[in-house]
């Protein structure tokens, strides 16, 4: 499995021979001016939910990607299905299985709704359990008690991807409660320094993570990471 980062909560997985793409928000995200959003070639698109700083280059990259599916949950893949785009709807609940291996679309604790206003659904989170590994991606979320189901009810999970920036997700402080809650020491903070609301120091943060024996990794801007 590599692991590119695109900045904010955008992930690009390569994964059994696909590309799937997390999140896509880079032409908004003032940090990430240099990344090109129209070199991005993905199989997939899973959005977590319908926040602008979420959805905000989906349509470019699936006009750039005819082929790609979108798959989110039922209300947001309704939106795009109207609007031609080739989609999978989930709802929490059980498990996909893909060509890359299979998904469950898990609870999120936070809000949904398109930039427009219109109803994005729930927000939700992914595990992903592939040949490569198991991957957790939390969306925006709070910590929630929910996260403890995730060990009983997935393979072990190798690598989480968890918001820490505060004010919007979860901090450093309760995502560190969240890894435990999920049995998950590895994890790639997400959402955090993208606007002023939600920066952060990243050694306090690291260290945070260190203290118990836990790994928090801040990837670079572009830079991958393969597991
Ligand atoms: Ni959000
Ligand atoms: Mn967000």
Redesign the pocket.
């Given at each position: 499995m590599t692991i590119t980062y695109f900045g904010?909560?955008c992930f690009l997985i390569k994964v059994g021979g696909k590309q799937i793409l997390l999140?896509p928000?880079i032409t908004g995200n003032p940090l990430a001016e240099g990344m090109d959003v129209n070199s991005i070639r993905c199989d997939y698109i899973f959005p977590?939910?319908a926040?602008?700083?979420?959805i905000g280059d989906l349509e470019t990259v699936a006009a750039n990607n005819p082929e790609c599916t979108v798959v989110g949950i039922w209300e947001l893949a309704d939106y795009y299905g109207k609007k031609g785009l080739k989609t999978h709807p989930m709802n929490k609940g059980g498990w996909w299985k893909f060509d890359f291996g299979r998904v469950k679309m898990v609870n999120a604790a936070?809000s949904s709704s398109f930039p427009d206003g219109s109803y994005g659904g729930e927000p939700v989170g992914f595990v992903f359990d592939t040949p490569d590994g198991v991957l957790y991606f939390a969306?925006?979320t709070a910590l929630t008690l929910d996260m403890q189901l995730l060990p009983r009810i997935c393979p072990p999970i190798d690598l989480a991807i968890l918001?820490i920036g505060s004010n919007?997700?979860l901090d450093v402080h309760d995502a560190v409660i969240a890894s435990d809650f999920i049995q998950c020491n590895r994890v790639i903070g997400c959402?955090y320094d993208t606007f002023g609301y939600i920066k952060i120091n990243h050694h306090d943060a690291v260290s945070t993570f260190a203290a118990q024996g836990k790994e928090l990794i801040l990837m670079k801007l572009g830079g991958t990471l393969e597991f």
């Open positions: 904010h909560s999140d928000f977590s939910h926040h602008g700083d979420h936070h969306g925006d918001p919007f997700t959402h």
